[in-house]
């Protein structure tokens, strides 16, 4: 889906870089598998850009940002990290991926912003598309890591992106290790 511009108070916030895009990704051989090319669709949850309002908060008209399925707060901080997600996606390859205890994943980036270092958490899925041999690889969140949402520390099982897209490609589960 391409998600459309967001006005506030005369500023535009262009979305374009959220906008879906076909991604090749190239799986060294490793054990018994050969090097291996996997096709992917990206696309980006609104809720890379937007948040749920909190418990009694006011919310001004004018921040609320209509999807297909649900209406959110815009969010000015989740809306500035997300620049960063094609670039994030497209290097997942090199990336530590971790199991949540939903079914999908994450993976972390630290982040240097003027000096301040970030805990950025992307949670993605990846899933077998219609088209043949392709994959879906949906980015369901992302936001900062701070003291309000830890939980996903707990229990990290790591796991490498060519294993869960051999495992999804293949119709097998993936399953954290114990």
Not at 16 to 37: C, I, M, N, Q, V
Not at 87 to 93: E, P
Not at 108 to 122: A, F, N, Q
Request: hydrophobic share 30%; aromatic share 14%.
């Amino acid at each position: 889906m391409k998600w459309r511009l967001f006005s506030h108070q005369g500023v535009s916030y262009d979305l374009s870089h959220l906008d879906p895009f076909e991604w090749y990704y190239t799986a060294r051989a490793r054990g018994k598998r050969s090097e291996r090319t996997y096709r992917f669709h990206v696309t980006f949850s609104m809720h890379c850009f937007t948040r749920g309002s909190l418990i009694d908060e006011k919310v001004s008209e004018g921040l609320w940002y209509e999807g297909p399925r649900e209406k959110r707060v815009f969010c000015f901080d989740r809306y500035e990290l997300s620049r960063q997600l094609p670039a994030i996606i497209r290097s997942l390859g090199d990336r530590n991926c971790y199991h949540t205890s939903h079914g999908n994943f994450f993976t972390v980036e630290l982040i240097t912003e003027e000096g301040k270092r970030i805990e950025y958490e992307v949670y993605f899925d990846v899933i077998r598309a219609g088209r043949k041999g392709w994959l879906n690889l949906i980015v369901n969140s992302a936001y900062e890591r701070t003291k309000d949402n830890e939980t996903a520390r707990l229990r990290k099982r790591k796991i490498h992106l060519d294993v869960i897209a051999y495992n999804r490609q293949s119709g097998k589960g993936v399953h954290p290790g114990r």
